[in-house]
């Protein structure tokens, strides 16, 4: 116990100095005496089991959040990486061609391979480019933002690897005046050698490659955004490697958002010639963004979805940042962040029944529960006469079986878009708010059956608001020929796999449209003129049939299926559709949060001394706090002198307060008597210049926050407000 006796108490002092907590900035605290410690604790019991409370229900939505996202981001990491495959495939061709073409130049000997330009004979001179050409690939991404290139190259880097290659991830930042052409060597060292190099050089990367078992896979450097980088050190970096490209068979990825026009604009002509390209090409923005909704709010849509004002927010928000799909993502993200804020209790257990099949023992749901449910007008409607664990259990059952019957109408009515090129997002928003125009057409704005006009012009210019699309998509499948029309039934099939409803009636039209398809034709050179004209009348009749048959089958499943979600149970837990509050988080608006937090410092803090004086001004508050709760005292300009001594009548406790009635000061207990008089004498004891300090810095701070504005020459004694109103 001697050594610890013997530690100096000093070194602490300093240490709780430097860890200041905001508790400690922005409250002062008056010194409490030992004795009144076990009053203190007394009071503060019910506050602790409050803080207890909140604390849990924080978790709750953490984790309920947690959950959802993760398994969301996970879903929309997979389908990004699967639409891209096909290309990745493709590139892993290209770079082991290369790789072949290089190699079937000459064999290198360890003596010469930390020399460039190796002797070539005439046979390594006859391949095409082999000597004077690197092989480099052109990713062309159709991006505006390259924020959305990240993910797409770290997958391409990690599908290279798994194939055998050696990957090395380049950004823009790396080709800078800066770094210059030896910060790209190193970059490109470390990234192979796994070990920083001091004084990079190629040679020191040959021998490596040379190395018995390094030398049997490529070498390939994926450069993300070459528009950004600064040219002179791309170019010069590109004719480094020419001039070990025999030794070192590198090849080469750039990332390409615009046109190859943008490369040779960043390259020298000797340096894009020092280039043989291979093009290759990403989806669009709008196909990233039809596989994300699909994946996201159709399949996977019953534990979170939007409704009509924040799709249609979305939709707007992904047009004006020119079709970002990392900024809609965040936006999505932010959504179930305040989806989740709502009602945490009530969306973590409904999660959890949502991912539990639903039968008599897994579905027990607590009092706190029900009676929360007990409150959605959903659940009031669905559950009329007892709000118990068996009617919870259907109307869920039903939620879930009516949200995959509107998930797989709107793919129907998709893939009948595509022909007109109709995005999904756009179906997505318009499905949400059927009405008369959408759902189930009147007869004056229905098409004829037997019509035969060309849709063309609608595929140029749109279909008509009037109409509506669901009205274009009946129409269009009506002039389908029956080829494509099988093709259409075909992919109606695939989607609707698991869903009785839809899926038995489809299989029916699809054989249907098979046999017609596949029916043999009269050779009409053979037959008689009236005999063909009427086996001509005849095919021409059963294509309308079938054609008819399909458009009746596709308008009977959007009338029954696509209906508001208001009509679905418990849509108030699953849909988000506040898109104010939306905005608000996103675009965010920080002068009014300042506004609040300081009129509302209490509830930051958790102090009882200011909760109990009802958002009055104390002693105790911030001093920025006190003075902005004084200047709501005020108008448009504010007199420093009065302002002051308000400000200074609240820090030394002489400002004379509204006494409440004497009923009410029967339940508080008063302070007691030697603590009041210790505080007074304490407030007291402050001199002038203390307070003129506090009270300058106080303004100070009010101004850097945008709340004031400085006193003039014209008005020197008067400072005016800024911000009025919350």
Not at 55 to 77: A, M, P
Not at 212 to 221: A, D, H, Q, S, T
Not at 490 to 514: A, Q, Y
Request: include cysteine; charge should be positive; proline fraction near 5%.
């Amino acid at each position: 116990m001697a050594p610890v006796a013997d530690l100096p108490s000093s070194p602490s002092i300093p240490v709780a100095e430097s860890n200041l907590q905001p508790f400690f900035i922005l409250h002062k605290a008056s010194p409490r005496k030992p004795a009144a410690k076990t009053r203190r604790k007394i009071d503060l019991s019910p506050r602790i089991a409050d803080g207890s409370t909140e604390e849990h229900i924080d978790n709750l939505r953490f984790e309920t959040f947690k959950f959802l996202w993760s398994n969301t981001e996970s879903v929309i990491k997979d389908v990004l990486k699967n639409l891209n495959v096909n290309v990745f495939d493709e590139i892993d061709k290209w770079v082991h061609a290369s790789f072949d073409a290089i190699r079937a130049c000459k064999a290198i000997d360890s003596a010469s391979s930390t020399r460039p330009y190796p002797i070539l004979d005439n046979a390594s001179i006859a391949v095409p480019g082999a000597s004077r050409q690197i092989f480099t690939g052109l990713l062309f991404t159709k991006n505006m933002e390259f924020v959305d290139d990240i993910l797409t190259f770290s997958d391409l880097g990690e599908h290279l690897k798994s194939r055998g290659c050696y990957v090395a991830n380049f950004s823009s930042l790396d080709f800078s005046a800066k770094n210059g052409v030896g910060g790209c060597l190193k970059t490109l060292l470390r990234q192979f050698l796994m070990v920083d190099i001091d004084a990079p050089e190629m040679s020191i990367l040959a021998s490596w490659y040379a190395d018995k078992g390094n030398n049997e896979n490529p070498l390939v450097l994926i450069i993300e955004d070459v528009e950004r980088c600064y040219g002179p050190v791309l170019n010069d970096f590109i004719i480094m490697l020419r001039e070990w490209v025999i030794k070192i068979p590198i090849i080469l990825i750039l990332g390409v958002a615009t046109t190859v026009d943008s490369l040779r604009s960043t390259l020298t002509s000797n340096g894009f010639l020092y280039l043989s390209v291979c093009e290759f090409t990403l989806g669009t923005p709008a196909e990233r963004m039809d596989a994300v909704i699909e994946a996201v709010l159709l399949k996977r849509c019953q534990r979170f979805s939007v409704g009509k004002q924040v799709s249609t927010f979305l939709r707007n928000y992904f047009l004006r940042h020119d079709g970002t799909l990392t900024l809609f993502l965040r936006a999505l993200k932010i959504a179930m962040v305040q989806h989740v804020c709502a009602a945490p209790f009530l969306r973590c257990t409904f999660r959890k029944l949502v991912d539990e099949d639903i039968d008599d023992n897994s579905i027990l749901l607590t009092e706190t529960f029900l009676k929360q449910a007990r409150d959605i007008p959903s659940f009031q409607r669905y559950c009329r006469r007892s709000a118990n664990s068996a009617n919870w259990a259907n109307g869920l059952s039903d939620m879930k079986r009516l949200r995959k019957l509107w998930s797989s109408t709107v793919m129907c009515l998709y893939e009948v878009g595509k022909y007109r090129r109709t995005t999904l997002l756009d179906l997505y928003c318009e499905a949400l708010e059927p009405g008369p125009d959408n759902s189930s057409p009147p007869d004056d704005m229905q098409l004829p059956k037997h019509n035969t006009m060309s849709l063309h012009n609608h595929d140029s210019i749109g279909c008509p608001k009037k109409e509506g699309y669901v009205v274009w998509a009946i129409q269009r499948v009506r002039d389908l020929p029956v080829v494509e029309l099988c093709k259409l039934l075909n992919r109606w099939e695939m989607l609707t796999r698991g869903i009785t409803e839809i899926h038995e009636k489809v299989k029916e039209l699809h054989s249907m449209t098979t046999l017609e398809a596949n029916h043999p034709k009269l050779d009409q050179t053979e037959t008689p003129r009236r005999q063909a004209a009427r086996n001509k009348v005849n095919e021409k009749t059963d294509k309308v049939t079938v054609n008819e048959k399909v458009a009746t089958f596709l308008q009977c499943i959007v009338g029954e299926y696509i209906q508001p979600i208001e009509s679905i149970p418990f849509n108030e837990i699953v849909f988000f559709d506040d898109a104010e509050k939306l905005q608000t988080a996103l675009i965010g608006d920080p002068r009014r949060r300042i506004q609040v937090d300081l009129l509302e410092s209490n509830k930051f803090l958790k102090c009882s001394c200011c909760s109990k004086n009802s958002g009055m001004p104390v002693p105790s508050m911030h001093n920025t706090s006190i003075m902005y709760s004084l200047a709501q005292e005020h108008g448009d300009l504010i007199n420093l002198h009065e302002w002051y001594h308000s400000f200074k009548s609240i820090v030394t406790g002489t400002r004379v307060q509204v006494h409440k009635p004497k009923k009410r000061l029967k339940l508080s207990p008063s302070p007691s008597p030697k603590k009041q008089k210790d505080s007074n004498e304490q407030n007291k004891n402050r001199s002038d210049a203390d307070i003129q300090a506090e009270f300058c810095r106080a303004v100070i701070e009010l101004q850097m926050t945008g709340l004031l504005r400085m006193p003039s020459k014209r008005r020197p004694d008067y400072v005016q407000r800024v911000a009025f109103g919350l």
